[in-house]
């Protein structure tokens, strides 16, 4: 039982560059979440997706996309990273409206040069 | 939306005292409060949660208090000890929809020998 996984841990990215963050969860929770973590700034939400086959913007949502690949599965996309989306980014799973907790995972340390 | 304010956003305590984080929110629907500990490098974890149905909650060293009418909750920790060092978060949430959770920018404990 892993709870919730991400990958990659670590990725330098120059601007201008795609990529996808992955993250799946063995919790069979039907909500998943998408967060950054900046210095001073807490945990904003990027991107949320309250079961398969929906997604919602969050509070910071500009400059990424998700797809809810499956109940599982939960990716985030930067179509073209700026440096400004420098940040440790974090995948959760939960459901709080239910008066239940939300588990991240391991966070994904992104730099954009 | 929610917005959630935390204070202080640094604190430095000696060994053996007790700390006291203090988190306000807006939304007067918001009842699910749960407090998260970051280790550095780490992912934020549940450490304690309130439910608008009570005041007060404890466990072992931590405490929370919630006052629904102030529309403010705090997180105690007493006779601190140096493994308590961390960044902590509040955050708050609605028990309906899919009310997703909003978080405090969080504090930083230092906790001296």
């Known amino acids: 039982n892993a709870g919730v996984t991400q990958t990659p841990k670590f990725q330098v990215l120059k601007t201008g560059q795609s990529m996808t963050l992955q993250c799946a969860q063995d919790m069979n929770h039907n909500s998943m979440y998408w967060y950054r973590q900046d210095p001073g700034m807490g945990l904003r939400l990027i991107y949320y997706s309250a079961s398969e086959g929906t997604t919602d913007k969050g509070e910071v949502p500009n400059g990424y996309n998700v797809s809810r690949l499956n109940k599982r599965e939960f990716s985030l996309r930067l179509e073209s990273a700026a440096p400004s989306q420098t940040s440790v980014y974090f995948c959760?799973?939960?459901?709080?409206?239910?008066?239940?907790?939300?588990?991240f995972g391991e966070g994904s340390w992104l730099t954009v040069v | 939306g929610e917005n959630v304010e935390q204070h202080p956003s640094t604190l430095s305590v000696q060994e053996g005292d007790s700390a006291v984080i203090k988190c306000t929110y807006s939304?007067?629907?918001?009842?699910?409060f749960p407090w998260y500990k970051q280790e550095l490098g780490k992912r934020p974890q549940l450490i304690i949660d309130?439910?608008?149905?009570?005041g007060e909650k404890k466990d072992q060293r931590i405490a929370v208090t919630l006052n629904k009418t102030a529309k403010h909750f705090s997180l105690h920790i007493t006779e601190t000890q140096p493994e308590d060092s961390a960044v902590y978060f509040c955050a708050a949430s609605k028990q309906s929809g899919y009310s997703t959770l909003t978080f405090g920018k969080g504090t930083m404990l230092l906790v001296s020998p």
């Open positions: 309130i439910r608008s149905n009570v």
């Open positions: 939304d007067s629907a918001s009842n699910y």
């Open positions: 959760a799973t939960g459901q709080p409206f239910s008066g239940n907790t939300i588990y």
